[in-house]
């Protein structure tokens, strides 16, 4: 199945696309550990079903150096012992953060104080907003039909300028 539509050929979608983009290097600027971030990614982008941005995060997580087994893991992260007790948290803030409907509550104050141990107010402010831009990409890769297998790291380096 084809893509349905391409953002950056289209002119409103573009600009769309390309702050969305930037939105996202705040987060990758951040001192939020590179790795936390492609491990949450990856874990919203499953629960969501997200085949383009599965694809895109386990390959830069990979490109960055993420350990294989790590990656093959992050779904069932509860059950394995390759994840710190800080990457635990962050990627239940991911699942509770993606899965609100799911929980009348939302994020449970036992996983918000987990996240408050580890992580300082700015790494905080970029977890969230993190979980928060993972779940519109997913939203809009999931609408528009975009299928993982092609993505090659890096390759949206030159969209963003």
């Known amino acids: 199945m084809d893509a349905r539509f391409n953002l950056f050929e289209n002119e409103l979608g573009n600009k769309f696309a390309k702050r969305f983009a930037n939105a996202g290097?705040?987060?990758q600027q951040s001192a939020l550990p590179k790795s936390t971030q492609e491990l949450v990614s990856l874990r919203a982008s499953q629960i969501n079903g997200c085949g383009w941005c599965i694809d895109m995060h386990t390959k830069e997580a990979a490109a960055a150096g993420e350990a294989a087994v790590r990656?093959?893991?992050v779904a069932a992260?509860?059950?394995s012992t390759v994840f710190t007790e800080a990457e635990?948290?962050?990627l239940a803030l991911a699942e509770e953060g993606t899965r609100l409907a799911d929980a009348h509550d939302g994020?449970?104050?036992e996983t918000w104080a987990r996240v408050r141990k580890h992580?300082?107010?700015?790494?905080?402010?970029?977890?969230?907003?993190?979980v928060a831009l993972i779940n519109a990409?997913?939203?809009l890769a999931v609408i528009?039909?975009?299928r993982g297998g092609s993505y090659e790291p890096g390759m949206f380096a030159d969209a963003l300028n």
């Open 119 to 130: 992580y300082d107010d700015d790494q905080i402010a970029a977890l969230v907003s993190l």
């Open 77 to 79: 992260w509860r059950e």
């Open 71 to 73: 990656l093959n893991l």
């Open 144 to 146: 528009l039909h975009q």
């Open 137 to 139: 990409a997913n939203r």
């Open 25 to 27: 290097m705040v987060i």
């Open 88 to 90: 635990q948290a962050a």
């Open 107 to 109: 994020v449970s104050d």
